[in-house]
């Protein structure tokens, strides 16, 4: 049995993704941060797939500290990883400081899963088939690679933050990618589409009505997690790595700032305030 550790797995496109490979008897662990909810979404799942192999860490991606415990806590308990896959994700309305001193949501989207990753290769390359997928979105597209503004240093805006962010989680994809040639262990970004989530639900204003209206357009949960499981489980993609998927086909993103050169000093930059 394949074992799974998803971010960000007790709720959209995350619980759809839990539920989907729970359905294919796939061994779940995903993290959340409330125990109410994970203990409350477990359950669903377990009864919903009748797999019982589906529980929960938890951990607040805001903390650099309860990020590696939850991975220490991972290969205490789990001989083995298959797949990981990086799906948490926040669109926050303002500019917040986490407890380590960093903007949150560059945090919370690139830097928590960037240390989650790093501290499980060890246990990914013992896996027949390992995978690594970081769940991105075509917002990344808008997004600017400043190493200087990584955090709204010099200026901030919630949409700047979030869509740098997405450029960021396709930075590092095609990084670890290069990185990881040789090892057997493959790693793709993907753009799940725009989802009726819980995305921006801080927002108030005329935001606020604004996400509410567009809700109907929107895709259901379930049908935004359909490239992740489809990354996770197809065997055509085995030995496919460094790529950027939408709707289960490999695309080409076309945002400039994707270079050898940015993504080497994103690289180093995250190495420094992982520390």
């Known amino acids: 049995m394949k074992t799974v550790l998803i971010t960000g797995g007790n709720s959209g496109i995350g619980k759809e993704t839990v539920a989907g490979l729970a359905s294919k008897d796939y061994q779940i662990v995903f993290v959340a941060r409330n125990r109410v909810k994970a203990e409350s979404v477990k359950n669903e799942i377990v009864s919903s797939s009748g797999n019982k192999n589906v529980n929960y860490l938890l951990a607040d991606l805001s903390s650099k500290k309860e990020v590696r415990a939850c991975a220490e806590l991972f290969k205490k308990n789990y001989s083995n990883l298959d797949i990981l896959i990086n799906n948490a994700g926040v669109c926050l309305p303002e500019k917040r400081i986490t407890v380590d001193g960093l903007e949150e949501t560059f945090q919370i989207n690139h830097l928590s ?49 979030y869509s740098n962010s997405k450029l960021l989680n396709i930075l590092f994809t095609f990084e670890l990618a ?78 400039p700032a994707i270079t050898a050169e940015n993504r080497k000093i994103l690289w180093e930059r995250s190495l420094k305030l992982a520390e």
């Open 178 to 255: 290069e990185r990881l040639k040789g090892s057997g262990i493959t790693v793709n970004a993907l753009h799940p589409g725009v989802v009726n989530t819980n995305f921006g639900r801080e927002f108030k204003g005329i935001m606020s009505v604004l996400l509410r209206l567009g809700k109907s357009l929107m895709l259901s949960p379930k049908k935004g997690a359909e490239t992740s499981i489809y990354l996770a489980s197809s065997e055509e993609v085995k030995n496919v790595t460094g790529k950027y998927f939408i709707k289960c086909k490999p695309v080409v993103p076309t945002n």
């Open 113 to 161: 899963h960037f240390i989650l990753t790093n501290l499980l290769i060890d246990t990914l390359t013992k896996s027949e088939d390992p995978r690594i997928i970081n769940v991105s979105s075509a917002a990344h597209n808008s997004g600017k690679f400043d190493p200087d503004n990584l955090q709204g240093e010099k200026e901030f805006s919630y949409w700047d933050a």
